[in-house]
C-alpha cells in the first residue's frame, strides 16, 4: 500500500501512533516537509470510499492526533485525500505551506463545538429572539462562529463554534444555562472536534 491517506498538517514534530484507521490500516505518522507534517496512514487507493465506519474513523484519529502529545494543533482534511506518492504530498505542503500556517495560527489552542436547537413538535418559537439570546451568551466566549444549514423545518438554529480550550467550561456553562431557560427547544451540543468549520486550505485534487 503506497498511497497515502491524510487526516491533517501539523507542525513538523513528528506524530505516530497505533490505532484503527481508515481502510483497515493500523497505524499513522508523520511525512515532513520543512516546518510542516502530514499525518498519514497507508492505504491501497487514491479514491477511497466514504463509508460511515471509516467516516467516524477519521474524525476519531483527529481527535487522537488533537490529543497526542499534550495537545497538537491539526488543520483537519476532508475525508478522503490521498496521494499516490510521498512527493506528491510534500508538493502540496510546500506549495499549501503559507495556508496552512495561517491556518494553524487561527486555531491554535482552540476547538470546534457545535450547538443545534430543535423546537419541540408543538412549540411556537420566536426565531430571531433565540438567535438573539444565543449571540448574547455564547459569540463573546467564542474565538468565531459559522452559520450552518438549518435542514429541518424545526430546526431554529445550527451553528458552529470555535472556542479557546481554556474557555471550554464557560462555554459548556452558557450551554447549559441557556438550556436550562428554554424548555420548549431540544438542545443537541456536541464536539469537540478538530475544527474543519474554520480552515479553508484547499489542498488540490487527489494526485
Not at 487526516?7 to 508523520?30: I, K, L, N
Not at 510534500?90 to 430543535?118: H, Q, T, W, Y
Not at 438567535?131 to 468565531?144: M, T
Request: hydrophobic share 40%; net charge negative.
Amino acid at each position: 500500500m503506497n498511497n497515502r491517506y491524510v487526516y491533517g498538517v501539523v507542525e513538523s514534530d513528528t506524530v505516530e501512533f497505533e490505532t484503527d484507521a481508515v481502510a483497515g490500516a493500523d497505524r499513522v505518522y508523520t511525512i515532513s516537509h520543512r516546518r510542516l507534517g502530514a499525518v498519514v496512514s497507508d492505504i491501497d487507493t487514491t479514491d477511497p470510499e466514504e463509508t460511515d465506519e471509516d467516516a467516524q474513523i477519521h474524525d476519531d484519529v483527529l481527535r487522537e492526533i488533537m490529543a497526542y502529545d499534550d495537545g497538537t494543533t491539526v488543520v483537519p482534511m476532508q475525508f478522503g485525500m490521498a496521494f499516490e506518492s510521498d512527493r506528491a504530498l510534500k508538493n502540496v505542503l510546500r506549495g499549501a505551506r503559507p495556508a496552512f500556517r495561517r491556518a494553524m495560527s487561527d486555531i491554535e489552542g482552540k476547538i470546534e463545538l457545535g450547538l443545534k436547537l430543535v423546537r419541540e413538535e408543538d412549540a411556537d418559537v420566536d426565531r430571531e429572539a433565540i438567535e438573539a439570546d444565543v449571540a448574547d451568551r455564547l459569540e463573546p466566549i467564542a474565538a468565531q462562529s459559522v452559520e450552518n444549514d438549518l435542514f429541518s423545518d424545526r430546526l431554529v438554529l445550527n451553528r458552529s463554534y470555535l472556542v479557546g480550550e481554556d474557555e471550554r467550561e464557560a462555554f459548556d456553562d452558557a450551554v447549559a444555562n441557556f438550556e436550562e431557560d428554554h424548555d420548549e427547544l431540544m438542545i443537541q451540543y456536541t464536539g469537540p472536534f478538530a475544527p474543519y468549520s474554520f480552515v479553508d486550505v484547499k489542498i488540490g485534487a487527489k494526485q
